[in-house]
Each structure stands twice: as C-alpha cells, then as structure tokens.
C-alpha cells in the first residue's frame, strides 16, 4: 500500500468503515497527495493492510469511483481520475452582530396581530388538513376548485362581486397576483399609472416588468382619476383606503375611473387593500363589482390572518384568469395544497367572518388610543379604516424622526417613503394593529409620543392638546 498516505480508521462508531476510508482517498485527492494517475493498492491489500474485510475495502473503491474520483477496473488496477482541484470558496466572515441593545417595539404598517392558535376554527381546519392526503398529482393551477367556488361565494357576499370559480385564482397573495398579471398581460414598456404616495411593491413589480411607472397623485378621497392620460395601458389603485393615505374613492370618482378604462381600454388593478376594516361605515362595494371586464380584483389573507400564511386571490374575466393559469402551469408556478384546503375548511366554518369581527373590535380600540394619543402633534388622516393610520407633519423631516424614533425603541415609517415624484407633506405611517399584545402597543405608543413631544418642544411648536 501507499506508504505516504496514513490512513487511520475509527473503530468507535464515527460512520461507516467504507466512508471514513473514502473520505480519507476524497481528501488526499482533493488537496494534491494523490496525483492523477496514481496507482491505488488493491482491495486485498488495502483490506490486509487495514485489517477490515475486503468488502469494506470494495465498498470504499466503488463509493469513489461512482463519484468520479478514480477510475479503472478490477484486475487492470485502481488510478487516481484526472481530476483538477476546485481551489475552495474562501467564506467571507460572518458579519458582527449588531450590538444588543433592547429590542424594538414595532409600529410598521400591515401586519396583523390576532394570534390564531387558540381558536377552535383554526385548529379544525388544520386538523381537517392533515387527515386528508394531496392530489397524488399537480392540483389545478388556478387553485382548489372547491375553493374557487367557497372564494366567489365569499367575494360575492362581503365585497358585492357578482363572480363565480371561473372568475377566480388562488395566489400567495397581493404581491405575487400582481406579478403574475404583469408577467402575462403587460408588455415592456406598456405605461402603467401606480398612485403617488403608493405601494412600494407595485412600483417595485412594474419597474421588474420593466414597465414605466406614471405617478398619480392622491387627495384625501384617493387617486385624482382626472390626471389619468390615455396612453396607460393599467393603473394600479387601492380603492378601500388608499395605501399609505387612507382616502376612500367615493361612488362619482369610482364611475369616473370605470368610464375612462372602458374609453381607453386600460386595466384597472384593485388592490383591496385593507377592506375589511372599516370602523365608521359599512366597506363599499368594490370597483370589481362594477365590471369584471376592466377590473382585476387582489385579495390577501395577509392583513386579516398573517403575511406568513402566503395566500391571496385574483378576481377577473374567465380569459384572464385562463390565461393566467395556462402560464403557471408552463412556468410551474402550482398553488401549495395545505394552506387553500385549510382555508377552505376556515371559510367554510365561517372562521375568517369570525376572525374579522373579532379583530375589528379590537382594532378600532387600538385606531382609538393611537388618534387619542398622537393627536396633539400632527395631522391624522386615514383613521376610518385599516390597520394604520398616517400622522401629517409639514416641515419635519420625517426620515431623521423616523430614526430618532427608532434610537428610542419604537419602529415607524417615515412618510417620505413611499412618496415618489408628487411632492407632498412629511409625516409617519403608524401601524397600530402590529404589536403582538397591548402592552407592547401602550409601550410602543408611549415612546413614539415621547419623541414626538421632544420633537415638537425642539422646534418651538407646542402639541396642541385638543389634537385639532
Ligand atoms: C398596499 C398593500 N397591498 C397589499 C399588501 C399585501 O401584500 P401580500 O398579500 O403580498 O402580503 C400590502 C402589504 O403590506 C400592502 O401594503
């Protein structure tokens, strides 16, 4: 045997003998100790030399020649293969940890806080799910049909959609529906209209799509649809409570935007954003309900369960969604199985009816002590509905409060940014449905105020207490 190769093999139960002896050949190849071409001593000998059966010797030869690393037959003789060593990745070094300080408290926009796990309707859909098994197949790629006719009942129900399954896709949610839409329908360079402040992700999607993004500015009501030109091929608009402002499209300026897509042929995206939320009235029907030929219609479980849960869904004409199924199945883009039975045992027990009561109700006291709270230093607009509300604060700069806040222990959005060319007044987007208890939201309230209190002494402005 190879005198220059020690080869030590553990008797205590570190693996198998054949896999130790190979891995020793592996790196003796690997580092250059055993050249291409290099003769290997046969099994017997190596086994001899060894004192472990031959089989253990054979085992470890066939391991490496499977792999590649020798070559030659029994009899002929064993040889090193000709294989040039990769120099290995040397691991750039793990970034220091930030220094601990103490955790943040969180106020970012969207995210949910109803904790599911205790809930009955919860526990029995998933226990529904894992008594079932899966399509031993691809499922259909617009979704679980029985749930794109449970989702139709429901969109028809609480948003006034008159649809049916056909009119139906399942998503991983809002983001994911419209990259799909934009992956199918739009062209490079097709103009679309996204509102000015809007949602990051949508400017983020089109400009992938290497669309070209047209700013559209909002008042208090939502997207101004008169600076609407005719050269967009879609605008994409959050209707229910404008992102990141609030607005409410009112019934005239809905008609309006309805009208000029049937003049010009664009596609109206409706993000329904925040629906089901509203505190003062009842949601208004959406746009969809108004024709399903221009409307595309995305719903997300993200704001009324978690984002985590990834499941949403589209709402259009037939066409497109065959359309869009026909390109999942190409790009092998197939809907999950669990997540959509086990929503389709929650809506079918009535279980997101039941979450959305309860989490309003719950909400709308947090909406209350935020208003109540952060009244004296801004404007508040958007309070009416959804998950946050938007602290108007002209002449402040809203990323450094932002920071400040953030060097306090609270988290919040500065305004600034999800502004894109509109110019329009500084502020802070303040999710008050994200702390995971009321204590942490009382705290995260507290700190916020107290920066915005410091922040108003230092420049010479007193908070009015009236919050007016
Ligand atoms: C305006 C808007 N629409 C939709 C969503 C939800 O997106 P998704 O369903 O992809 O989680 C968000 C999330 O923050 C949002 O801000």
Known sequence: MDSSLPLVLARDGSGPLHLQLAEQFRAAIRDGRLQ??????????LARDLSVSRSVAQAAYDQLHAEGWIAGRTGSGTYVADVVPLQPVLRTPARSPEPAGPPLLTLRPGIPYISPVADAGWKRAWREVST???ASGYDHPAGLPELRSALAEHVGRVRGIACGPENLLITDGTSHGLR????????????IAIEDP???????????????????AVDEDGILVSDLGPDLSAVYVTPSHQYPLGGRLPVARRNELIRWARRTGATLIEDDYD?????????????????LDRVVHLGTLSKVLSPALRLGWLVASPDVVDRLAAYREEVGDWPGWPMQAAFLAMLRDGYLDQVIR?????????????????????????????LHITLLLPGTDDRALS?????????????SDYQRSVPGPPGLVIGYATPPDDVAFHQALDVLSEVLSRHSAGRGTRPDPSGS
């Open 36 to 45: 291409a071409g290099h003769r290997l001593p046969s099994t017997r000998d």
């Open 132 to 134: 079932q098994a899966p």
């Open 180 to 191: 799909l839409l934009l992956s199918v329908t739009r062209q490079p360079g097709d103009r």
């Open 198 to 216: 809007g949602f990051a992700t949508a400017v983020s999607a089109a400009r992938q799509h290497e669309l070209k993004v047209v700013d559209i």
């Open 275 to 291: 629906s089901e939320f509203r505190y003062d009235v009842a949601p208004l029907p959406a746009l969809a309900q108004l024709d």
């Open 358 to 386: 309860r989490s309003k109700r719950l909400y709308s006291e947090r909406r209350n002590h935020t208003c109540a709270a952060l009244a004296p230093y801004g404007q508040i607009v958007g309070q009416d509905a959804g």
């Open 403 to 415: 920071a400040e806040a953030r060097a306090a222990g609270v988290v919040v959005a500065p305004l």
